[in-house]
Protein backbone atom coordinates (compact mmCIF):
# COMPACT_ATOMS: atom_id res chain seq x y z
CA UNK A 1 0.00 0.00 0.00
CA UNK A 2 2.83 2.37 0.88
CA UNK A 3 4.53 1.83 -2.23
CA UNK A 4 1.30 2.39 -4.63
CA UNK A 5 1.15 5.97 -2.64
CA UNK A 6 4.25 6.16 -3.47
CA UNK A 7 4.12 6.01 -6.75
CA UNK A 8 0.73 8.15 -7.27
CA UNK A 9 2.66 11.35 -5.54
CA UNK A 10 5.33 10.62 -8.36
CA UNK A 11 2.72 10.47 -11.25
CA UNK A 12 1.33 13.29 -9.92
CA UNK A 13 4.55 15.43 -9.39
CA UNK A 14 5.38 14.57 -12.94
CA UNK A 15 1.95 15.41 -14.10
CA UNK A 16 1.85 18.82 -12.89
CA UNK A 17 5.13 19.39 -14.33
CA UNK A 18 3.97 19.07 -17.94
CA UNK A 19 1.14 21.16 -17.24
CA UNK A 20 3.04 23.69 -15.16
CA UNK A 21 4.57 25.73 -18.11
CA UNK A 22 1.17 25.99 -20.35
CA UNK A 23 0.04 27.25 -17.47
CA UNK A 24 2.24 29.57 -16.27
CA UNK A 25 2.09 30.89 -20.35
CA UNK A 26 -1.69 30.97 -19.88
CA UNK A 27 -1.71 33.38 -16.36
CA UNK A 28 1.32 35.64 -18.31
CA UNK A 29 -0.91 36.12 -21.07
CA UNK A 30 -3.76 36.76 -19.19
CA UNK A 31 -1.86 39.73 -17.04
CA UNK A 32 -0.12 40.61 -19.69
CA UNK A 33 -3.40 41.38 -22.47
CA UNK A 34 -5.72 42.56 -19.37
CA UNK A 35 -2.63 45.45 -18.95
CA UNK A 36 -2.34 46.26 -22.46
CA UNK A 37 -6.03 46.20 -22.79
CA UNK A 38 -6.09 49.05 -20.13
CA UNK A 39 -3.40 50.90 -21.69
CA UNK A 40 -4.85 51.32 -25.13
CA UNK A 41 -8.43 52.24 -23.31
CA UNK A 42 -5.98 55.08 -21.62
CA UNK A 43 -3.83 56.30 -24.60
CA UNK A 44 -7.05 56.26 -26.79
CA UNK A 45 -8.21 58.53 -23.75
CA UNK A 46 -5.01 60.91 -24.27
CA UNK A 47 -5.41 60.91 -27.59
CA UNK A 48 -9.34 62.45 -27.37
CA UNK A 49 -8.51 64.99 -24.70
CA UNK A 50 -4.94 66.32 -26.20
CA UNK A 51 -7.19 66.64 -29.92
CA UNK A 52 -9.98 68.49 -28.17
CA UNK A 53 -8.15 70.83 -26.28
CA UNK A 54 -5.71 71.77 -28.79
CA UNK A 55 -8.82 71.96 -31.35
CA UNK A 56 -10.00 74.94 -28.77
CA UNK A 57 -6.39 76.30 -28.02
CA UNK A 58 -6.26 79.82 -29.73
CA UNK A 59 -3.33 79.84 -32.27
CA UNK A 60 -2.52 81.13 -35.84
CA UNK A 61 -4.36 80.15 -38.63
CA UNK A 62 -0.89 79.22 -40.23
CA UNK A 63 0.60 77.27 -37.59
CA UNK A 64 2.33 73.79 -37.81
CA UNK A 65 1.88 71.11 -35.84
CA UNK A 66 5.09 70.82 -34.60
CA UNK A 67 5.99 74.90 -33.35
CA UNK A 68 2.27 74.58 -31.79
CA UNK A 69 3.48 71.93 -29.03
CA UNK A 70 6.26 74.65 -28.58
CA UNK A 71 3.87 77.62 -28.03
CA UNK A 72 3.12 78.63 -23.86
CA UNK A 73 -0.37 77.98 -23.95
CA UNK A 74 0.01 74.54 -25.51
CA UNK A 75 2.77 73.42 -22.98
CA UNK A 76 0.78 74.46 -20.00
CA UNK A 77 -2.30 73.51 -20.91
CA UNK A 78 -2.31 70.44 -23.52
CA UNK A 79 0.94 68.92 -23.14
CA UNK A 80 4.53 69.42 -22.33
CA UNK A 81 6.93 66.41 -23.12
CA UNK A 82 8.80 67.70 -20.50
CA UNK A 83 6.75 65.95 -17.98
CA UNK A 84 7.37 63.23 -18.88
CA UNK A 85 10.20 62.53 -16.89
CA UNK A 86 9.79 62.79 -13.02
CA UNK A 87 12.96 62.99 -10.46
CA UNK A 88 11.65 60.71 -7.54
CA UNK A 89 14.67 62.13 -5.61
CA UNK A 90 14.55 65.19 -6.05
CA UNK A 91 10.42 64.84 -5.48
CA UNK A 92 11.41 63.13 -2.21
CA UNK A 93 13.28 65.90 -0.85
CA UNK A 94 10.95 68.43 -1.61
CA UNK A 95 8.06 66.14 -0.04
CA UNK A 96 9.05 63.57 1.71
CA UNK A 97 5.68 61.54 1.92
CA UNK A 98 4.40 62.62 -1.01
CA UNK A 99 1.81 60.52 -3.65
CA UNK A 100 2.95 60.37 -6.98
CA UNK A 101 -0.81 60.89 -8.37
CA UNK A 102 -2.29 63.24 -5.39
CA UNK A 103 1.10 65.63 -5.80
CA UNK A 104 2.43 65.33 -9.20
CA UNK A 105 -0.19 64.45 -11.51
CA UNK A 106 -2.49 67.17 -11.10
CA UNK A 107 -0.13 69.65 -11.48
CA UNK A 108 0.55 68.22 -15.41
CA UNK A 109 -1.04 69.77 -18.71
CA UNK A 110 -4.58 67.58 -19.02
CA UNK A 111 -2.83 64.76 -21.92
CA UNK A 112 0.15 64.27 -19.77
CA UNK A 113 -2.36 63.29 -16.79
CA UNK A 114 -3.99 60.62 -18.86
CA UNK A 115 -0.60 59.31 -19.40
CA UNK A 116 0.90 59.56 -16.11
CA UNK A 117 -0.82 55.88 -15.25
CA UNK A 118 0.99 54.49 -17.63
CA UNK A 119 4.42 55.45 -16.30
CA UNK A 120 7.06 53.14 -14.91
CA UNK A 121 9.71 53.04 -12.57
CA UNK A 122 13.70 53.62 -13.62
CA UNK A 123 16.90 54.46 -12.48
CA UNK A 124 19.61 56.26 -14.12
CA UNK A 125 23.71 56.25 -12.47
CA UNK A 126 24.31 59.30 -10.53
CA UNK A 127 27.11 59.63 -8.19
CA UNK A 128 25.88 62.57 -6.43
CA UNK A 129 22.90 60.92 -4.98
CA UNK A 130 23.12 58.28 -2.00
CA UNK A 131 23.37 54.71 -3.33
CA UNK A 132 25.08 56.03 -7.16
CA UNK A 133 21.72 55.85 -8.60
CA UNK A 134 18.47 58.76 -9.25
CA UNK A 135 15.16 57.45 -9.24
CA UNK A 136 12.78 58.39 -11.97
CA UNK A 137 9.00 58.10 -12.73
CA UNK A 138 8.48 58.73 -16.87
CA UNK A 139 7.00 57.18 -19.77
CA UNK A 140 7.93 53.74 -21.16
CA UNK A 141 10.30 54.45 -23.84
CA UNK A 142 14.08 55.66 -25.08
CA UNK A 143 15.56 57.83 -22.10
CA UNK A 144 17.46 59.90 -24.16
CA UNK A 145 19.54 63.23 -22.88
CA UNK A 146 17.60 66.17 -24.64
CA UNK A 147 19.14 68.52 -27.15
CA UNK A 148 21.18 71.45 -26.21
CA UNK A 149 19.39 73.61 -28.74
CA UNK A 150 18.03 76.94 -28.50
CA UNK A 151 17.13 78.12 -25.24
CA UNK A 152 13.95 77.82 -23.83
CA UNK A 153 12.33 81.43 -23.69
CA UNK A 154 8.55 80.57 -22.48
CA UNK A 155 9.24 81.86 -18.97
CA UNK A 156 7.12 78.91 -18.07
CA UNK A 157 9.18 77.62 -14.25
CA UNK A 158 8.64 73.81 -13.36
CA UNK A 159 8.96 72.26 -10.24
CA UNK A 160 12.59 70.68 -9.58
CA UNK A 161 11.56 67.58 -9.40
CA UNK A 162 10.31 67.98 -13.93
CA UNK A 163 13.74 66.28 -15.33
CA UNK A 164 13.30 68.41 -18.02
CA UNK A 165 16.88 67.76 -19.21
CA UNK A 166 15.49 64.32 -20.56
CA UNK A 167 13.85 63.15 -23.03
CA UNK A 168 11.70 60.50 -24.21
CA UNK A 169 10.76 58.94 -27.55
CA UNK A 170 9.73 55.57 -28.63
CA UNK A 171 11.62 52.85 -31.01
CA UNK A 172 9.21 51.34 -32.78
CA UNK A 173 10.92 48.13 -34.31
CA UNK A 174 10.75 48.31 -38.02
CA UNK A 175 12.37 44.57 -38.68
CA UNK A 176 15.44 42.52 -37.19
CA UNK A 177 18.53 41.79 -39.04
CA UNK A 178 19.79 37.78 -39.03
CA UNK A 179 20.79 36.36 -36.21
CA UNK A 180 20.57 32.80 -33.84
CA UNK A 181 19.51 30.33 -36.72
CA UNK A 182 18.75 33.01 -39.50
CA UNK A 183 16.13 34.82 -37.48
CA UNK A 184 15.78 36.98 -34.11
CA UNK A 185 18.60 39.31 -34.71
CA UNK A 186 19.08 42.97 -33.43
CA UNK A 187 16.57 45.51 -34.62
CA UNK A 188 16.20 47.91 -36.83
CA UNK A 189 14.41 51.01 -35.60
CA UNK A 190 12.71 53.95 -36.71
CA UNK A 191 11.80 56.57 -33.80
CA UNK A 192 8.85 58.08 -33.10
CA UNK A 193 7.38 60.23 -31.11
CA UNK A 194 5.01 59.74 -27.91
CA UNK A 195 2.81 62.33 -29.22
CA UNK A 196 2.95 63.38 -33.02
CA UNK A 197 0.81 64.52 -35.60
CA UNK A 198 -1.02 62.15 -38.37
CA UNK A 199 0.11 62.96 -41.72
CA UNK A 200 1.86 62.60 -45.01
CA UNK A 201 4.57 64.57 -46.62
CA UNK A 202 3.34 63.57 -50.58
CA UNK A 203 -0.51 63.79 -50.16
CA UNK A 204 -1.38 65.35 -46.66
CA UNK A 205 0.81 67.77 -45.49
CA UNK A 206 0.62 69.71 -42.13
CA UNK A 207 -3.24 69.54 -41.79
CA UNK A 208 -2.93 71.31 -38.62
CA UNK A 209 -2.34 74.31 -40.97
CA UNK A 210 -4.95 76.23 -42.54
CA UNK A 211 -2.54 76.86 -45.30
CA UNK A 212 -2.29 73.36 -46.39
CA UNK A 213 -3.75 72.67 -49.99
CA UNK A 214 -5.67 69.47 -49.00
CA UNK A 215 -9.18 70.98 -48.56
CA UNK A 216 -10.39 67.59 -47.25
CA UNK A 217 -7.86 68.28 -44.58
CA UNK A 218 -6.55 71.39 -43.57
CA UNK A 219 -7.26 73.12 -40.24
CA UNK A 220 -7.91 70.20 -38.01
CA UNK A 221 -5.88 68.74 -35.24
CA UNK A 222 -4.86 65.05 -36.38
CA UNK A 223 -3.03 63.54 -33.42
CA UNK A 224 -1.64 60.07 -32.15
CA UNK A 225 0.13 58.79 -29.39
CA UNK A 226 1.88 55.52 -29.09
CA UNK A 227 2.57 53.13 -26.70
CA UNK A 228 5.47 50.55 -26.24
CA UNK A 229 3.77 47.55 -24.36
CA UNK A 230 6.15 45.29 -23.33
CA UNK A 231 5.75 42.25 -20.96
CA UNK A 232 7.32 41.15 -18.18
CA UNK A 233 5.76 37.44 -17.86
CA UNK A 234 6.24 36.69 -22.06
CA UNK A 235 9.82 36.36 -23.98
CA UNK A 236 10.20 37.34 -27.49
CA UNK A 237 10.47 34.97 -30.62
CA UNK A 238 11.33 34.79 -34.10
CA UNK A 239 8.38 34.47 -35.86
CA UNK A 240 8.16 31.22 -38.03
CA UNK A 241 4.26 31.98 -38.94
CA UNK A 242 1.73 29.61 -37.61
CA UNK A 243 2.34 26.37 -35.85
CA UNK A 244 6.10 26.27 -37.05
CA UNK A 245 8.46 25.80 -33.79
CA UNK A 246 10.91 28.69 -32.88
CA UNK A 247 11.80 27.81 -29.56
CA UNK A 248 15.23 27.80 -30.37
CA UNK A 249 14.91 31.45 -31.99
CA UNK A 250 14.71 33.99 -29.41
CA UNK A 251 14.96 37.53 -30.18
CA UNK A 252 18.45 38.32 -28.37
CA UNK A 253 18.90 41.32 -26.28
CA UNK A 254 22.09 43.46 -27.87
CA UNK A 255 21.33 47.30 -27.88
CA UNK A 256 24.88 47.13 -29.55
CA UNK A 257 23.71 45.70 -32.89
CA UNK A 258 20.61 47.86 -32.79
CA UNK A 259 19.96 49.62 -36.32
CA UNK A 260 18.26 53.38 -36.52
CA UNK A 261 16.92 53.97 -40.03
CA UNK A 262 15.82 57.58 -39.50
CA UNK A 263 18.79 58.86 -36.77
CA UNK A 264 18.37 62.61 -37.63
CA UNK A 265 14.68 62.23 -36.21
CA UNK A 266 16.39 61.69 -32.60
CA UNK A 267 15.37 64.40 -30.09
CA UNK A 268 18.67 64.27 -27.78
CA UNK A 269 21.33 61.27 -27.54
CA UNK A 270 21.58 57.92 -26.42
CA UNK A 271 22.51 57.50 -22.55
CA UNK A 272 25.19 54.84 -23.10
CA UNK A 273 25.33 54.37 -18.97
CA UNK A 274 22.17 52.49 -19.28
CA UNK A 275 23.61 49.05 -20.00
CA UNK A 276 21.42 46.32 -20.06
CA UNK A 277 23.31 44.18 -17.53
CA UNK A 278 25.26 46.15 -14.92
CA UNK A 279 26.83 45.48 -11.36
CA UNK A 280 24.39 46.32 -8.34
CA UNK A 281 26.14 47.48 -5.22
CA UNK A 282 27.04 44.23 -4.11
CA UNK A 283 28.84 43.74 -6.95
CA UNK A 284 26.43 41.23 -8.37
CA UNK A 285 25.68 41.31 -12.16
CA UNK A 286 21.79 42.34 -12.64
CA UNK A 287 19.36 42.60 -15.77
CA UNK A 288 18.71 46.25 -16.12
CA UNK A 289 14.49 44.94 -16.69
CA UNK A 290 11.63 44.86 -19.25
CA UNK A 291 12.19 48.66 -20.42
CA UNK A 292 16.14 48.46 -20.25
CA UNK A 293 18.98 49.74 -21.39
CA UNK A 294 19.70 52.49 -23.91
CA UNK A 295 16.68 51.73 -26.50
CA UNK A 296 13.93 50.75 -23.60
CA UNK A 297 13.69 47.54 -25.49
CA UNK A 298 14.59 45.57 -22.15
CA UNK A 299 15.96 42.23 -21.46
CA UNK A 300 14.71 38.95 -19.73
CA UNK A 301 16.65 36.50 -17.65
CA UNK A 302 14.98 33.55 -19.07
CA UNK A 303 15.91 30.77 -21.48
CA UNK A 304 19.59 32.31 -21.83
CA UNK A 305 21.64 28.91 -22.35
CA UNK A 306 24.21 28.82 -25.06
CA UNK A 307 22.27 26.59 -27.02
CA UNK A 308 19.47 29.54 -27.79
CA UNK A 309 21.33 32.87 -27.79
CA UNK A 310 24.58 31.87 -28.73
CA UNK A 311 26.56 33.80 -26.12
CA UNK A 312 23.79 34.24 -23.20
CA UNK A 313 23.27 37.78 -23.34
CA UNK A 314 19.22 37.63 -23.07
CA UNK A 315 16.51 37.55 -24.92
CA UNK A 316 14.18 40.42 -25.20
CA UNK A 317 10.22 40.70 -23.59
CA UNK A 318 7.93 40.29 -25.77
CA UNK A 319 6.70 43.63 -27.26
CA UNK A 320 4.29 45.86 -29.34
CA UNK A 321 3.94 49.47 -29.80
CA UNK A 322 -0.10 50.36 -29.14
CA UNK A 323 -1.14 53.37 -31.14
CA UNK A 324 -4.63 55.83 -30.60
CA UNK A 325 -5.97 58.39 -32.83
CA UNK A 326 -8.11 60.89 -32.66
CA UNK A 327 -9.25 63.89 -35.29
CA UNK A 328 -10.75 67.04 -34.24
CA UNK A 329 -11.43 70.03 -36.45
CA UNK A 330 -9.95 73.30 -35.31
CA UNK A 331 -12.71 75.76 -33.69
CA UNK A 332 -10.30 78.86 -32.87
CA UNK A 333 -7.86 81.01 -35.08
CA UNK A 334 -5.47 83.74 -34.31
CA UNK A 335 -4.13 85.84 -37.30
CA UNK A 336 -0.60 84.22 -38.91
CA UNK A 337 2.37 83.84 -37.35
CA UNK A 338 3.91 87.06 -38.40
CA UNK A 339 1.13 89.05 -36.69
CA UNK A 340 0.88 87.22 -33.36
CA UNK A 341 3.45 87.13 -30.29
CA UNK A 342 6.28 84.45 -30.37
CA UNK A 343 5.07 83.13 -27.19
CA UNK A 344 1.53 83.04 -26.67
CA UNK A 345 0.42 82.98 -23.02
CA UNK A 346 -3.19 81.48 -21.79
Keep these: MRSRRHNRSGQALVEFGLVALVLYML ?150 KEGHNNGGGAERIRWVGVVEEVDDPDTNPEPFSLENANLDMRGVVALRVHYPAQSTWLSSYQDRGAFVPNGGDPNVANDDAVEPLNPEAMKGTLLDSKPLVFENSLGESVYAGTYGGKYGLGIHGAMTSPELTGDAIGIRPYRRVLVSHAIFRREVFLPSIEDSEETLTP
Design 27 to 176: VGGAITFGIWIYAAGQIQQAANVGARELSQTPLPFDETFENALEQKIVRQRVYDDRWLVIDLTKLKEEKPNHNFFTYVVPQMPLLNQQLAVLYIRDDIPDETVPGGRRHLMRYPGALLKRSEGEPDESGIEYPDYVADDYFVQIPLVIER
